[in-house]
């Protein structure tokens, strides 16, 4: 699968599902001081976009150390993000991720990790630059919007969740699973053509 610049900024938006976590993101901030909250947004986006942007930077190397192919990957990165587009189409009460609102202020989980820099996310940064190495600073800056993308939501999560209301937040996050399910099928089917292209 070939991605411009545009392709990979709307699928890591998909993954990272910014608006789909609204509910959860205002339960977490509601329990950390208004004087705070600027402050654990930026720390907890910048968590997120550290860790993903180093398996941007070294996944190669990682695949190379783990012995995985770039079919098995892009197979797996295809299965994780359809079951991930399934949860967004059909919700359940804990949320996408299945995770808890903790107790307290949270730190790096479960905003930065798994809510911006979940498993999906992870794999796709890592099919991005494991299919095309030489454009990996166009990938870092796609990740770049897309955490400021995050990092603008959370802080106007309150609003934003008012102002949509609860069934147009839904609804959105339904047609983000859906376009995130086409996508995950395409990265499937791709890695079994090529697979089967190897056996031949």
Known sequence: MTHTFFSALVLLLLVTDPLGGLPLFVSLLKKVPRERRVKVILRETLVAFCILLAFMVFGQSFLQVMHLSETSLGIAGGIILFLIALRMIFPKAEGVFGDGAPHGEPFIVPLAVPLLAGPSALATVLLLVSHDPDRIWEWAGAL?????????????????????????????????????????????????????????
């Open 144 to 200: 770049a919007i897309t955490m400021l993308i995050c990092g603008l939501t959370l802080l106007f999560s309150e609003r934003i969740s008012f102002w949509l209301g609860e069934r147009l937040t839904q609804a959105f996050e339904r047609l983000m699973g859906l376009i995130l399910t086409a996508i995950a099928v395409e990265m499937l089917l791709a890695g079994i053509r090529t697979w089967l292209s190897t056996l031949h």
